[in-house]
């Protein structure tokens, strides 16, 4: 190999670069069409006359027709969430009551039994353990049922229709269509929300998918949103409008999520992401019917698995982390309690306080043990009666326990509002930050997607906070 | 259409079935590396499962498999890396997912290369098929999807195509496994050099560039007089790619290491 | 402490406000700072010789009065700069008004090359909105060094003409000259083809973007008085006044030059209409012209709609057997031929 003569094809071709001019891309492709489409004609023929119907066309007429159209997709979104939630309830508290009430002692006990001093005992089974047992009760039975049904749709070929329907909404914030299924997918789980972005192949606006994803309410979340609901919100009107109140609350809480993901996704697109190529195309394939158990086998195992490992991996150690700072002393105030101390004043400035600002830091990653912790901080600085031991999460069986703990906190109507609007706009579980990360390769994006819900969450709870207490 | 049977050569005496196993993502020691590529939604994921035995997800829907993925089958006691690459509409572009899949069939020196195409929409996925002829001599024409073809009433003479295209044309519908041992078969005579392609290259080129490329690609064979792709090397370096030019500096183009 | 809602929202509010102050966009104290601590002497005397350069062909004088009215720079600076310039010999005074020597307008075309490289950058290779393409080569220009330039102009492949139709000179200064007239002085019946728009002022170019007029497209003037012109182009009618339109350059077109008349653009199409595609237009670029190639939006393409959207837009088109869904703006870059 010569330097010198690759260097010289190199000049060569960049004298016929100038001389062909810029219209080579076009005249190569042109070219490459031309020759397809005589094989075509020689190797292809078409017998028009026999396919009169098409049943693609009837059904792609009816899912984007003005009428149709958009009450078939909100119907299939609500039935599907609908079905997660409370599909999930059974069988999230029989692992519940095999991993926490069943499991969780035997391990306590076997650990006894074997010599373990108090504080390993604790730290593994009390921290550890049970923060991934949390995550596995929670997590696994939504995910589980959420998965499988939206793959299903993909695979029919249902979700290009949806971001077809759903486009002229997503363009006017400088958004894909796309967008509309990351979107509903981050309902789910936001670290599959952000890899389902791969499907946007426009790098601004996958990066505004990426970054908005944390904004869609995910599984790990709703269970927050319904206890505070039906705790704080249920009581405020008479008995019979309870569960109404709560519900149209925690649907509030999803359609503010998703205004203030159209809204920095415009913001996003206007400042920021501006210098970023943008292109479009949206392929509508046509409709395939879904083979249905290999479909559940493998979302199962792509989607669903992957993602608890992955939580799992990154709640063992937040497990360890919460025991540990409730059972380290300084001085004669635990870790725990002097960082609550700290916190107080700027939680007080939020509407919320010490504890739940704590409970957001350790509960990183995983969002699903943030009322376990709050809970188990709570009892641990108010002193009173209802914890299993310090550093130890959990959660009781009635929600009027739950209640009268939260109560004894100091929590008022505004605290549950304030977590609620807290618990949808903070900073993503580490899950997800680690896929951001993996996805965009850029720890600029990483930051900034991390960064901009919690400033959005401070600014948000601290108006409602001081408009609350100048007006009611 | 009633009396054919699902698989014309399941009985005939080139397929071996007895001589097939299906290896899943066990991809150790291997004889041969085979690429897959094609554009989205040409259910080449389900080529790829039918071929490894492997589960992998697939979506209706462009853009799923962004990352290589692999998997292996032993056919007559030779082993046989899969390489399962990203679904793209062309290799001209300079997105992510069409990198990884043109530098793997440029670098990676696959074997063969497996080209998945909908038999429905053939003029489209010839776009991509005439594009990757240019890049390597020894492929095969994976005409999927071959049973919803039929439904809309499209004949496709794979004698005439595959006359025309240079290589091996092989009718299949993956989901019901059907022409699976043909291709397996086929793949196996390339590898083995029993089949050998002449592949089509682009014609149409208007006459001013096509004369640039000539003259591009002779002096890039007189450097690198091994090199078979010679006139793909030129299309790139006139669009100025960056990649290319630096592959040809460091000798990449040429070598067989990736 | 003594902890009053309102007060808290007063410093909040406060606080906000001091940071819009401080990092607004272009007014903002920080991009002040930042401007300030870039008028270097170097971009005074760049912006001095291309000022000169862009009116030496209208033969006027250029006085310092000029200079300081025009340059967006303090008397002092500039008067300063001329001095210098004099001394090193890029410009050269005859009476009172200034010239460009040889080795000015050598200067000043590099400088020119740079901005109009940089513009043809921005529209090929990121995703800025035209209007901000040539705020942005105003900047650009004075920061890149000959060897970027000639990075640049190879990364692009050596164009020729920036995206506004003007001209890139070549390294060594030469540049493809382009005749053409103002579009306000075609007259009814004129056939010609756009090719060029200017970017300056800000004001009328962006009432030009906002028509969605487009580079290198074909017109033909209905009616031109005094208050209005009309014309048609791909197929839409178009009304300007004479001051907009004269920010457009035509070249006029021989009537065998003409080739097809009932150009259209995609977007126009109706349901259950088909069309040939003829091309995409010019102003279609970058990544976004080679997918709309990759596929199958090319030259001789059958198309139809497929499917419309329930909320108008995009629309599902039916192109090589696929149906691939399009936004208007990508659409209406399409031209195709009804038959």
Redesign the interface.
């Known amino acids: 190999m010569n330097t010198k003569n690759i260097d010289d094809i190199i000049a060569l071709s960049e004298e016929l670069r100038w001389e062909i001019g810029d219209d080579f891309h076009d005249n190569l492709s042109e070219s490459i069409y031309a020759d397809a489409s005589r094989i075509v004609e020689d190797a292809v023929t078409k017998d028009n006359k026999k396919s009169k119907f098409r049943l693609d066309a009837r059904i792609d007429k009816i899912v984007t027709s003005r009428i149709w159209g958009f009450p078939i997709m909100l119907f299939i979104l609500g039935a599907v969430l609908w079905l997660t939630i409370i599909g999930a309830n059974y069988p999230s508290s029989m692992l519940a009551s095999l991993l926490l009430d069943n499991i969780h002692p035997i391990l306590k006990d076997f650990g006894t039994n074997l010599g373990f001093p108090w504080w390993l005992n604790g730290f593994l089974f009390d921290g550890v353990y049970l923060a991934v047992a949390w995550v596995i009760a929670v997590m696994l039975p939504p995910m589980a049922i959420f998965f499988p049904l939206f793959t299903l749709f993909e695979d029919f070929g249902y979700l290009p229709r949806v971001a077809f329907n759903m486009d002229n909404l997503f363009k006017r914030s400088g958004a894909h269509g796309k967008q509309a299924l990351t979107m509903s997918m981050g309902f789910g789980c936001n670290a599959a929300g952000v890899v389902a972005t791969r499907i946007i192949d426009s790098p601004r606006e996958r990066l505004i998918a990426i970054i908005t994803n944390n904004f869609s309410l995910c599984n790990g979340r709703w269970p927050t949103q319904i206890l505070l609901a039906t705790i704080f919100i249920g009581a405020v009107v008479p008995e019979s409008y309870s569960s109404l109140a709560s519900l149209s609350a925690v649907i509030g809480i999803a359609i503010l999520g998703i205004f203030f993901m159209f809204f920095f996704s415009w913001a996003l697109s206007k400042t920021v992401l501006k210098g970023e190529v943008s292109t479009f195309n949206l392929e509508l394939p046509p409709y395939r019917p879904p083979v249905f158990w290999k479909t559940i086998y493998t979302s199962l195992i792509d989607r669903t698995l992957i993602v608890l490992w992955r939580a799992i991996v990154f709640a063992a150690p937040a497990g360890a982390v919460i025991w540990l700072i409730s059972n380290v002393f300084i001085g004669d105030q635990s870790v725990a309690s002097w960082l609550i101390d700290s916190f107080d004043d700027f939680g007080f400035l939020l509407g919320l306080n010490g504890v739940i600002l704590l409970a957001y830091i350790v509960a990183i990653p995983a969002n699903e043990i943030v009322i376990p912790t709050i809970l188990m901080l709570t009892v641990m600085v108010t002193g009173i009666s209802g914890g299993v031991g310090d550093g130890v999460m959990f959660e009781l069986d009635s929600v009027t326990a739950t209640a009268d703990i939260l109560r004894a906190g100091g929590w008022t109507l505004l605290t549950a509002i304030n977590v609620m609007l807290f618990s949808l706009l903070h900073n993503p579980c580490s899950t997800t930050i680690y896929t951001i990360y993996k996805e965009t390769n850029s720890l600029k994006w990483t930051v900034v997607a991390t960064l901009l819900p919690v400033f959005a969450g401070f600014i948000i709870t601290f108006l409602v906070a001081q408009l609350w207490r100048i007006f009611i | 259409m009633k009396n054919k049977p699902q698989s014309a050569c399941e009985t005939c005496a080139h397929f071996n079935a007895d001589g097939l196993k299906k290896l899943g993502v066990k991809t150790g020691d291997f004889d041969f590396v085979v690429a897959l590529a094609g554009n989205p939604n040409t259910g080449k994921s389900t080529v790829f499962n039918a071929l490894t035995g492997l589960r992998q997800h697939t979506g209706n829907w462009p853009g799923k498999t962004v990352t290589r993925a692999e998997g292996a089958f032993e056919y007559n006691n030779e082993k046989f890396k899969l390489v399962d690459l990203p679904g793209t509409y062309s290799l001209l572009s300079t997105s992510e997912d069409e990198e990884v899949a043109r530098d793997f069939i440029l670098f990676g020196k696959p074997t063969v290369t497996v080209i998945v195409v909908d038999a429905s929409r053939l003029e489209r996925n010839l776009n991509l098929v005439l594009q990757i002829l240019e890049i390597t001599n020894n492929a095969v024409l994976c005409l999927n999807l071959i049973d919803e073809a039929e439904r809309n009433n499209i004949k496709i003479d794979t004698r005439i195509l595959a006359k025309d295209l240079g290589i091996p044309v092989v009718p299949t519908s993956a989901r019901f496994q059907r022409g699976i041992p043909e291709l397996i078969q086929t793949i196996s005579e390339l590898a083995n050099g029993k089949i050998k392609c002449k592949p089509r290259k682009i014609k149409n080129i208007p006459k001013n560039i096509e004369s640039s490329i000539q003259k591009l690609s002779k002096t890039i064979e007189k450097e690198y007089p091994n090199i078979s792709n010679s006139r793909w090397i030129a299309f790139r370096l006139l669009e100025g790619d960056a990649q290319i030019i630096e592959a040809l500096k460091t000798g990449k183009i040429a070598s067989n290491e990736y | 402490?003594n902890?009053n809602?309102?007060t808290?929202?007063l410093i909040?509010f406060g606080i906000s406000l001091l940071l819009f102050f401080v990092f607004r966009p272009k007014k903002g104290i920080y991009s002040l700072l930042k401007n300030m601590y870039h008028q270097e002497d170097k971009m005074i005397i760049e912006d001095i010789l291309k000022f000169l350069y862009h009116n030496q062909t209208s033969n006027k004088h250029i006085t310092t009065n000029h200079l300081t009215s025009t340059l967006e720079f303090s008397n002092d600076i500039i008067v300063e700069s001329l001095k210098t310039m004099l001394a090193n010999e890029l410009i050269s005074l005859e009476k009172d008004s200034y010239k460009l020597t040889t080795a000015g307008s050598e200067y000043a075309l590099q400088i020119i090359r740079a901005h109009r490289l940089w513009e043809k950058y921005l529209s090929e290779?990121?995703?800025?909105?035209k209007e901000?393409w040539h705020e942005r080569a105003e900047k650009k220009e004075h920061e890149l060094s000959q060897s970027e330039i000639d990075k640049l102009s190879?990364?692009?492949?050596?164009?020729?003409f920036d995206p506004h139709g003007d001209p890139i000179p070549t390294k060594k200064g030469k540049m493809v000259s382009s005749k053409g007239i103002p579009l306000s002085s075609l007259k009814e019946g004129d056939i010609g083809k756009i090719i060029h728009i200017e970017d300056k002022p800000d004001i009328i170019y962006k009432q030009i973007l906002a028509e969605n007029i487009y580079l290198y497209s074909t017109v033909r003037v209905i009616e031109n008085n005094p208050k209005r012109i009309v014309f048609h182009s791909e197929g839409e009618q178009f009304i300007l006044a004479p001051i907009v339109a004269g920010n457009i350059t035509i070249s006029l077109l021989e009537k065998d030059e003409i080739q097809e008349e009932n150009i259209a653009r995609l977007s126009s199409l109706k349901f259950e209409e088909t069309a040939m595609i003829v091309?995409?237009s010019k102003e279609c670029r970058?990544?976004?012209?080679?997918?709309?190639?990759?596929?199958?939006f090319?030259?001789?393409?059958i198309v139809a709609i497929?499917?419309?959207?329930?909320?108008?837009?995009?629309k599902?088109y039916l192109i090589?057997?696929?149906?691939?869904?399009?936004?208007k703006d990508?659409a209406s870059k399409i031209l195709i031929n009804r038959n």
């Open positions: 402490m902890y809602p309102i808290a929202l909040f290779k990121t995703g800025f909105h901000e190879n990364l692009l492949g050596h164009p020729k091309g995409l970058g990544e976004s012209r080679r997918r709309l190639l990759d596929l199958g090319v030259k001789g393409a497929d499917l419309l959207n329930p909320l108008g837009d995009p599902a090589k057997g696929t149906s691939i869904a399009l936004r990508q």
